[in-house]
């Protein structure tokens, strides 16, 4: 894919562009349940990710090698594609992912305590929440191209030889 045409943009068409990258609670759990080392095996899925990874590893194990071949954002493979988000999820890449999760799903749902866990990690009470699952969230992991930013560094390895446009870039 070529970016040189994104220099070019004007600052709010590239904001536009990212502000419709957003996902939806259920792509969420999607992700979660289908990475998840203590929740993948009900949902017949890879484990690659723990409760205890944090949101730079999912982003170093999933979503730089699953995007690569597409040099796009995560939301862009996501299945149902990107939504216009309703709300910003803000991180520190160091917190764990399953904390972030909690927080969107607990936002959504209104959900806590045993009730929040057994919904994200069993699908518990699913089927009631059509709207609140539906519920639209952005957050840089799934809605930033990180080819274009963070990857092919010695902590986000990749060989995609995207152009890079880091934070400052004219």
Request: hydrophobic residues 35%.
């Amino acid at each position: 894919k070529e970016w040189k045409d994104d220099c070019n943009k004007r600052p709010e068409v590239i904001a536009d562009e990212l502000f419709s990258k957003g996902f939806t609670v259920r792509q969420a759990l999607d992700f979660w349940r289908s990475n998840a080392a203590d929740v993948a095996a009900k949902f017949n899925s890879r484990c690659r990710i723990s409760r205890s990874t944090t949101t730079s590893d999912v982003v170093k194990s999933i979503v730089i090698p699953e995007t690569e071949a597409d040099q796009c954002c995560y939301v862009d493979i996501m299945e149902g594609g990107p939504h216009r988000p309703t709300k910003l999820l803000s991180h520190w890449w160091g917190a764990r992912f399953y904390d972030d999760l909690l927080c969107i799903v607990q936002d959504a749902t209104g959900k806590s305590g045993q009730e929040l866990t057994a919904l994200i990690n069993a699908g518990v009470g699913e089927d009631d929440l059509h709207d609140e699952l539906n519920a639209s969230y952005w957050m840089c992991i799934f809605g930033v191209n990180q080819h274009i930013a963070i990857c092919g560094t010695k902590y986000n390895p990749c060989n995609c030889q995207s152009l890079k446009y880091p934070s400052g870039h004219p």
